[in-house]
C-alpha cells in the first residue's frame, strides 16, 4: 500500500548541470502528472501521462524539460542544462482513470526540491 | 482559461476557533471539480476536500466543510474547531476534464496554542 514516491528528495545542480528526477507511482494507477511548484506558489501543471503515452505537455516551460514512462509505470523529470529559474519543488501525482472527471483523485509524491546555483 | 484566486496569503487564528479560507475561480465549463488541498511542511499535497460543480450540496468532512456559490464562482473552505495540526498552506484548485489541476497560490494558516 505504498504511495507516490519520488526521488531525490533534495538535489542540488550546479548552473548547467543536467538533472533527472524519478516518481513512482502508485501500482496500477494509469496516469501520472508533474507539476512545478516555485517558492511560495501553488503547484503549476508540467506534463501529464496516460499509460506510456504522454498526452499534454503544454506546461513544459522549455524544451530543456523533457519527460517519459517508458513502461507506464515510473516517470522520469529530466532538465538539460539547468538554470537558476528551475528552482522549485517538482511534484509528481498519480491516479486511477475511470474516464469520469473528478473521479480521478490525484495522489501526490512528497516532491523533489531542485536548487540550481 | 481557468484561474484560481486565493486572496489571503496568511492567516492566523486561534486553537478551537473557526476560520474560512476564501477562494475564487473561474472557468468556461459547466462540468468541473473543485478542491481542497492541504500542503503542511513535509510538503505532501492531502486532499481535505472536493466539490462537484453538480453538486448544490456543499461537501463536507468532518471539521471541513466548503460553501460553494456556482454563480458567484467562490468556493470557501471552513474549519470548525480547529487544532494545530491544521497549521499547514492551504490550495484551493479546480479540475476540468481534461484532468489537469489548476491550483490557486495559496493561504498559510497558522493555527495558535
Known amino acids: 500500500g505504498a504511495g507516490v514516491s519520488q526521488s531525490p528528495r533534495y538535489k542540488v545542480a550546479k548552473r548547467g548541470q543536467d538533472v533527472a528526477l524519478r516518481c513512482d507511482p502508485i501500482?496500477?494507477?494509469?496516469?501520472l502528472f508533474w507539476y512545478q511548484q516555485a517558492l511560495g506558489q501553488g503547484p503549476e501543471f508540467l506534463t501529464y501521462?496516460?499509460?506510456?503515452?504522454?498526452?499534454?505537455k503544454s506546461g513544459l516551460p522549455s524544451d530543456r524539460f523533457f519527460a517519459e514512462r517508458p513502461e507506464g509505470s515510473v516517470s522520469t523529470l529530466k532538465i538539460q542544462r539547468t538554470q537558476q529559474e528551475d528552482s522549485a519543488v517538482y511534484l509528481c501525482?498519480?491516479?486511477?482513470?475511470?474516464?469520469?472527471?473528478?473521479?480521478?483523485?490525484?495522489?501526490f509524491g512528497p516532491g523533489t526540491r531542485l536548487t540550481v546555483l | 482559461a481557468q484561474t484560481v484566486t486565493q486572496s489571503q496569503p496568511e492567516m492566523s487564528v486561534q486553537e478551537a476557533e473557526t476560520v474560512t479560507l476564501s477562494c475564487t475561480y473561474d472557468?468556461?465549463?459547466?462540468?468541473?471539480?473543485l478542491f481542497w488541498y492541504k500542503q503542511p511542511p513535509s510538503r505532501q499535497m492531502i486532499l481535505v476536500i472536493r466539490?462537484?460543480?453538480?453538486?448544490?450540496q456543499n461537501a463536507t468532512e468532518n471539521r471541513f466543510s466548503v460553501n460553494f456559490q456556482k454563480a458567484a464562482k467562490s468556493f470557501s473552505l471552513k474549519i470548525s474547531d480547529s487544532q494545530l495540526g491544521d497549521t499547514a498552506m492551504y490550495f484551493c484548485a479546480s479540475m476540468n476534464r481534461d484532468d489537469k489541476i489548476i491550483f490557486g497560490k495559496g493561504t498559510r494558516l497558522h493555527i495558535l496554542p
Open positions: 501521462f496516460q499509460n506510456e503515452a504522454q498526452l499534454d
Open positions: 501525482a498519480s491516479s486511477t482513470r475511470t474516464g469520469q472527471i473528478g473521479n480521478n483523485e490525484q495522489f
Open positions: 472557468t468556461s465549463e459547466n462540468n468541473y471539480y
Open positions: 501500482s496500477g494507477h494509469v496516469s
Open positions: 466539490q462537484e460543480a453538480y453538486k448544490q
